[in-house]
C-alpha cells in the first residue's frame, strides 16, 4: 500500500513555543490531506482537510489561528501547533488521499506524540 | 448525521480464543466500511474493508460482512494471538460529499492473553 510519513513521531515542547509536525506521501500524490487528533482512550478527532494549493477546512471548534494547516504541495502537508500549552498534549495523526478516483483509500501516517511541558 | 458505535472495551481473551467486536453505523446514504487497527505508539493501519452490501473484507484472518439490513460490520476472528493486542476502530466514509471525510468509531481495545 502506499506510504506516509510523519515526522516528527514525537515532540516535547515548552509551553509558548510553536512546534511544527510534517506529514508526506512518499508514493503518491495527496490531493487530500486530513489531520486528527487523539485523546487517550479515545477515538480521532478530524481537525481539519485541506486540499492542495487551498486552505484547510476546520472542523467546528477547532481554533484555525492556533492550529496552523498549510498543504503547499501535492506530497506535504504541515500542521503547526502555535504557542503551545499543556492541553494541546496530544497525539496527532495525518492521513493522505491521492486523486485516482473518487473512492480512493485514505492511508495515515504514524502519528506525533506532542507533549507541552 | 452519520455515525458509527462500537462496543466498548476492553476485551481481554485467551490466546486461540474467538473474537467478535461489534460495529453499527448510521448513514445518510451508502457507504464504504472499515476497520482500522492502531498498535501500541503508533498510528492506523487499514484492517479490511467493504464497500456494498453482502461484501465480507478479510485481513490476516479478521473478517467482517457488511449487512445493509442490520447497519452493521462487526469484526471477528477465529483464533486471536498475543500480537493481535491493539486497538480497533471501526468507521464509514460517504463518497460524493464535500470532503470525503473518514468518520470513527470511538475504538475498542483488544488485549489478549497468553
Known amino acids: 500500500g502506499a506510504v506516509v510519513s510523519q515526522h516528527p513521531s514525537w515532540v516535547i515542547c515548552k509551553s509558548g513555543t510553536s512546534v511544527k509536525i510534517e506529514c508526506r506521501s512518499l508514493d503518491f500524490q495527496a490531493t487530500t490531506m486530513f489531520w486528527y487528533r487523539q485523546f487517550p482512550k479515545q477515538s480521532l478527532m478530524l481537525m481539519a482537510t485541506s486540499n492542495e494549493g487551498s486552505k484547510a477546512t476546520y472542523e467546528q471548534g477547532v481554533e484555525k489561528d492556533k492550529f496552523l494547516i498549510n498543504h503547499a504541495s501535492l506530497t506535504l502537508s504541515t500542521l503547526t501547533v502555535t504557542s503551545a500549552h499543556p492541553e494541546d498534549s496530544s497525539f496527532y495523526i495525518c492521513s493522505a488521499r491521492g486523486r485516482t478516483g473518487a473512492n480512493t483509500e485514505a492511508f495515515f501516517g504514524q502519528g506525533t506524540r506532542l507533549t507541552v511541558v | 448525521g452519520n455515525s458509527v458505535t462500537q462496543m466498548e472495551g476492553p476485551v481481554t481473551l485467551s490466546e486461540e480464543a474467538f473474537l467478535t467486536i461489534n460495529c453499527t453505523y448510521t448513514?445518510?446514504?451508502?457507504?464504504?466500511l472499515f476497520w482500522y487497527v492502531q498498535y501500541p505508539g503508533e498510528g492506523l493501519q487499514l484492517l479490511l474493508k467493504?464497500?456494498?452490501?453482502?461484501d465480507k473484507g478479510s485481513n490476516k484472518g479478521f473478517e467482517a460482512t457488511y449487512r445493509k439490513e442490520t447497519t452493521s460490520f462487526h469484526l471477528e476472528k477465529g483464533s486471536v494471538q498475543v500480537s493481535d493486542s491493539a486497538v480497533y476502530f471501526c468507521?464509514?466514509?460517504?463518497?460524493?460529499?464535500?470532503?470525503?471525510?473518514?468518520?470513527f468509531g470511538t475504538g475498542t481495545l483488544l488485549a489478549v492473553q497468553p
Open positions: 468507521a464509514l466514509i460517504l463518497y460524493g460529499g464535500a470532503t470525503n471525510k473518514l468518520i
Open positions: 448513514a445518510t446514504g451508502y457507504p464504504s
Open positions: 467493504a464497500t456494498k452490501a453482502d
